[in-house]
């Protein structure tokens, strides 16, 4: 926030500010998608829907995961959340008690730590590294349940900040350990659908005991729909349901019906990530002459970048570039507490011409 405020002021001075900070899509719905929108907007009744999501789009989604991963999912399985983030909400909430242990990894997305921590459970940050890509193993996680008992487990790949994915056979291999010690595991899959090089896989592959959190936030460019879902293991449909109903009564209607649509728009979606993927490759390619220190991005839009060359406090180094090359970057302690003064999040879900006036601003301030 504070690079953001900063930016924003220097904007409003009148500097031509990269934006490389924001972790969202840099463009707008497909124009199918927004007409959809529209149309249904003008009938000019939005009201309350099914806590769990209208029919069209549960089966929207039951079909994307048909299509996609050939795995047939119940549509009694499936719920519609307002954003990812409200799916986080109930699943703490209808897996977990008052003072129960969650793993997440660090480092990680912020909002897991505070939403784990408001809601009255214990966050247990388990520091994974480049050695791993950034993934937690079994080892690890036993480890640490051995030690402070957990019930459950919260991963994401594609992961934000590292954009590193676990394998088919990593995911499998976490999904059934939890398994056998009785644990949670919760599968943030928001970053579906932006993978470079790697196979994506879904944690529903391995197992039905398995929360899974995925959005239309990313690879759907619609983080202000507020609009996500999650398929639930059966014991917790009922459950997740009566909390919905009460805290949210539904997600918006409005958002449902345009998500149903944007899965018939992966022509224009595959568009717009091929930006991404050419913005991956002058990350990639320009970075590390430049003195970062950086692994092979798998997916999502994010270069976890290490600084230590460069510096030893991101968090000063990032206001001095933003000062004296208008690029804004999220310094590292954002995402971990401890080791995050030596790592710096680049974001290239922005235009493609951005990222090229970026890499070449950085040559110049570098040299
Ligand atoms: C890893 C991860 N999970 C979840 C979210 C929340 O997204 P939303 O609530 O828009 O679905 C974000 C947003 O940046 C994220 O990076």
């Not at 924003?8 to 500097?15: F, I, K, S, T, V």
């Not at 009938?43 to 994307?64: C, D, H, M, W």
Request: aromatic share 10%; hydrophobic share 45%; glycine share 8%.
């Amino acid at each position: 926030m504070e690079v953001l405020n900063a930016a924003n002021r220097l904007e409003q001075d009148g500097a031509h500010v990269l934006h490389m900070e924001v972790g969202q899509p840099g463009a707008p719905i497909p124009d199918s998608v927004l007409k959809v929108a529209h149309d249904y907007l003008s009938s000019g009744r939005l009201g309350y829907t099914e806590a769990q999501g209208i029919p069209l789009l549960k089966k929207s989604i039951a079909r994307y995961y048909k299509q996609t991963f050939g795995l047939t999912v119940p549509e009694s399985r499936i719920f519609a959340t307002t954003g990812s983030s409200a799916g986080f909400n109930l699943a703490f909430l209808a897996g977990f008690d008052r003072g129960d242990r969650i793993a997440i990894t660090s480092p990680g997305y912020p909002a897991y730590r505070n939403i784990i921590e408001v809601l009255g459970l214990e966050c247990v940050e388990i520091e994974v590294g480049p050695e791993t890509r950034w993934s937690l193993t079994p080892e690890i996680l036993e480890e640490v349940h051995n030690e402070k008992p957990l019930k459950g487990v919260l991963v994401a790949s594609p992961a934000n900040p590292t954009g590193t994915m676990m394998s088919p056979e990593a995911l499998k291999a976490l999904s059934e350990a939890c398994e056998a010690m009785d644990l949670w595991f919760i599968s943030d899959e928001i970053y579906h659908g932006l993978a470079y090089d790697m196979e994506e896989e879904t944690a529903l592959r391995f197992t039905d005991k398995a929360i899974i959190v995925n959005s239309f936030s990313k690879y759907y460019c619609m983080t202000g729909w507020r609009i996500g879902w999650m398929v639930l293991p059966e014991v917790l449909v009922r459950p997740v349901e009566r909390i919905a109903q009460s805290l949210y009564i539904s997600p918006p209607e409005l958002a449902q019906v345009t998500a149903a649509a944007a899965f018939e728009a992966v022509a224009d979606y595959e568009k717009i990530k091929a930006g991404y993927a050419a913005n991956r490759q002058v990350l990639l390619d320009h970075l590390p002459q430049l003195g970062f220190d950086v692994l092979p991005v798998d997916g999502a839009f994010y270069v976890y970048a290490g600084v230590s060359n460069l510096t030893n406090d991101s968090m000063a180094f990032c206001r001095k570039m933003l000062a004296e090359t208008h690029i804004a970057v999220t310094p590292g302690v954002d995402f971990d507490l401890t080791r995050g003064h030596q790592y710096m999040r680049f974001s290239f879900a922005g235009k493609e011409s951005d990222i090229a006036l970026a890499v070449e601003r950085l040559k110049d301030w570098v040299k």
